[in-house]
């Protein structure tokens, strides 16, 4: 089946720090989406990404599409202690199935140091 | 805003038990998702359901079989809890993409953490 693979598996910053992190294909993907998961929670969706090329920005955070179409990349800007918790990528391939499955990153573990 | 609930955030079962894992969504979404969490794995389907009555297993179906009854309500259940079947487990929501103008996000729940001893 389809496997994304997310970089790094975790980070260590100062608060203030920009952060990158991102996510690879071996097959085309044709949707991109970015998660946060805070401690104890559910994953919640930061941005959606549904062109290739498509930079989108939410608040302090970017997100690309790569032109590829076989990799993302989500930055984060001037980090702060509350940004601490788990960034999942998630993918839907070109040519799936319908009914809306997305294959997930491993998941980057962010500590963000006061 | 969608809302995604689950019936536990934390339980607690023995070997050998029936477990029913509740999630209830209340955004009319066709699709519904069963994922289970664990350290350095992310996020595995576990089944997922496209309609009422309807069910496809995802990728790590041995040990669990769900039910959907009703478009809002998605129940996973373990037939016989094992105490590798200890894990964070997450529901999501999300509109049909032909619905949806191929939009394929997915709102999830708070997780359940399920332990069994």
């Known amino acids: 089946g389809q496997q994304l693979n997310q970089s790094p598996q975790s980070m260590f910053i100062q608060e203030g720090e920009d952060v990158s992190m991102n996510c690879t294909s071996s097959s085309i993907f044709n949707t991109w989406l970015w998660y946060k998961q805070d401690p104890g929670e559910g994953p919640v969706l930061l941005i959606a990404?549904?062109?290739?090329?498509e930079l989108t920005s939410n608040g302090r955070l970017t997100a690309q599409f790569g032109i590829t179409r076989k990799d993302s990349f989500l930055n984060i800007s001037a980090s702060i202690p509350s940004d601490v918790g788990i960034y999942f990528c998630?993918?839907?391939?070109?040519?799936?199935?319908?009914?809306?499955?997305?294959?997930f990153g491993q998941g980057t573990i962010l500590t963000v140091h006061p | 805003d969608v809302k995604v609930t689950q019936s536990s955030r934390y339980l607690v079962k023995r070997t050998g038990e029936k477990v029913f894992l509740e999630c209830v969504q209340d955004?009319?979404?066709?699709?519904m998702f069963w994922y289970r969490q664990d350290p350095g794995l992310g996020l595995r389907l576990i089944y997922f359901?496209?309609?009422?009555?309807?069910?496809e297993k995802g990728d790590i179906p041995e040990g669990y079989s769900v039910s959907r009854e009703k478009k809002e309500r998605f129940s996973l259940i373990l037939e016989s809890a094992s105490t590798n079947q200890t894990s964070m487990y997450l529901c999501?929501?999300?509109?049909?993409?032909?619905?949806?103008?191929?939009?394929?996000?997915?709102?999830f729940g708070p997780g359940t953490r399920l332990t069994v001893l």
């Open positions: 359901s496209y309609d009422v009555k309807m069910k």
């Open positions: 998630a993918g839907r391939g070109a040519g799936g199935t319908s009914y809306g499955k997305l294959t």
């Open positions: 955004m009319d979404h066709e699709n």
């Open positions: 999501a929501s999300s509109l049909r993409p032909g619905l949806a103008g191929g939009r394929h996000e997915q709102f």
């Open positions: 990404l549904y062109k290739a090329g």
